[in-house]
């Protein structure tokens, strides 16, 4: 059923803080991916929530690129390193960058699982990256983070390029390295002190031994606050609903988006409740827990194993993107299987 917006509910989730950014998807899907008019669907591509892209999102200067969004740095050549490589050897080639001062910069380090996702673009697929962009050489396909799993320490999270999914990878498999440097003052810490190799020094077994260090945005004590029939996160500024089952169960895509239209209809004078992104979904993991991947002592009930997003995967639009609650992964799933719940958000 379509879904009745008020013409503020775009502008007011768009002053969201800098934290929680638009997805940069600007066209809407059907359950089979056909590509059908946004107005009054709900999903991401009609609303367009969180902070808009600046213009030009990005500057190329020489061999390197300046993300206006994140206010970090990233090499321009994205296969600088030509070949994939573990997760340890990806930190001592990286070492090797500062000691040489690559690019006349020493602060090069492996972005965290956020720092590196936020270059996806949902709206554009091989590869996931906005469009117009300077970067060179994209490999489509995975690169690693510096962000180790909760479940697992001998594995590592990693972003696929070609449509912007999140998983972890043991760390003796291959992945392709994507160096960042800089201090973003947008993104959200991940909750778990990243890992970087050390910056300079000889050549040794030092360069593997792992620097505690966090980059982000440094969370709010407490993180979450009860306000009415819900709980405000102040970290994002995002209002979610405190039992985090809307469908009481798995349902498919579009009766997720039908529910959230439901008890819309049923509280027409309260603010509005709506399916979230994939980018305000991701924005509740705490990267050091798992099952759930919420911060510890979160104030939700009924937390289940997976939610759907308003966000079409691109590179399938009879997808959608989800969140794998357990491991804290972001993947997708058809639009037709019942497989996954509602966790409505809404705006201040």
């Known amino acids: 059923m379509p879904v009745a917006h008020p013409e503020t509910h775009e502008a007011t989730c768009r002053r969201m803080p800098a934290r929680v950014a638009a997805t940069g998807q600007r066209r809407c899907w059907d359950r089979f991916g056909e590509e059908i008019p946004c107005s009054g669907t709900g999903q991401d591509g009609e609303l367009r929530p969180g902070r808009p892209w600046p213009d030009p999102r990005f500057s190329a200067d020489g061999g390197l690129v300046r993300d206006h969004l994140s206010g970090l740095t990233w090499l321009r050549d994205a296969g600088h390193f030509e070949w994939p490589a573990?997760?340890?050897?990806?930190?001592?080639?990286?070492?090797?960058?500062?000691?040489?001062r690559h690019r006349g910069r020493g602060d090069w380090r492996l972005p965290d699982r956020r720092e590196l996702w936020s270059l996806i673009?949902?709206?554009?697929?091989?590869?996931?990256?906005p469009a117009g962009n300077p970067f060179r050489n994209v490999v489509l396909g995975w690169y690693w983070s510096s962000t180790s799993s909760a479940r697992n320490a001998d594995y590592a999270w990693a972003v696929q390029t070609t449509g912007g999914r999140v998983f972890f990878e043991h760390k003796e498999r291959d992945a392709f390295v994507w160096p960042c440097a800089g201090t973003g003052r947008?993104?959200?810490?991940?909750?778990?002190?990243?890992?970087?190799?050390?910056?300079?020094?000889?050549?040794?077994?030092?360069?593997?031994?792992?620097?505690?260090?966090?980059?982000?945005?440094?969370?709010?004590?407490?993180?979450?606050?009860?306000?009415?029939?819900?709980?405000?996160?102040?970290?994002?500024?995002?209002?979610?609903?405190?039992?985090?089952?809307?469908?009481?169960?798995?349902?498919?895509?579009?009766?997720?988006?039908?529910?959230?239209?439901?008890?819309?209809?049923?509280?027409?004078?309260?603010?509005?409740?709506?399916?979230?992104?994939?980018?305000?979904?991701?924005?509740?993991?705490?990267?050091?827990?798992?099952?759930?991947?919420?911060?510890?002592?979160?104030?939700?009930?009924?937390?289940?194993?997976?939610?759907?997003?308003?966000?079409?995967?691109?590179?399938?639009?009879?997808?959608?993107?989800?969140?794998?609650?357990?491991?804290?992964?972001?993947?997708?799933?058809?639009k037709r299987d019942p497989r996954y719940r509602v966790w409505p958000v809404r705006c201040p």
């Not at 997760?87 to 040489?100: G, M, Q, V, Y």
């Not at 620097?211 to 306000?227: D, I, L, N, Y």
């Open 186 to 334: 947008v993104l959200a810490a991940t909750g778990q002190p990243v890992d970087r190799a050390p910056s300079g020094g000889a050549e040794s077994s030092a360069e593997h031994r792992q620097v505690p260090a966090v980059h982000g945005v440094v969370w709010p004590t407490p993180r979450f606050r009860a306000e009415g029939d819900g709980v405000r996160d102040l970290l994002t500024g995002l209002y979610w609903m405190e039992r985090a089952d809307l469908s009481r169960g798995a349902v498919d895509w579009v009766d997720a988006l039908a529910a959230v239209d439901r008890i819309n209809r049923e509280r027409p004078h309260t603010p509005r409740w709506r399916l979230p992104t994939i980018v305000e979904l991701e924005s509740l993991l705490d990267a050091r827990q798992c099952d759930p991947s919420l911060p510890g002592g979160h104030p939700f009930r009924d937390v289940g194993p997976g939610y759907w997003s308003s966000t079409t995967s691109a590179y399938e639009p009879d997808w959608a993107m989800v969140l794998h609650m357990g491991r804290g992964a972001i993947g997708v799933g058809i």
């Open 86 to 100: 573990s997760w340890h050897e990806a930190s001592a080639a990286i070492a090797a960058l500062n000691r040489t």
């Open 121 to 129: 673009c949902f709206g554009a697929r091989d590869p996931a990256l």
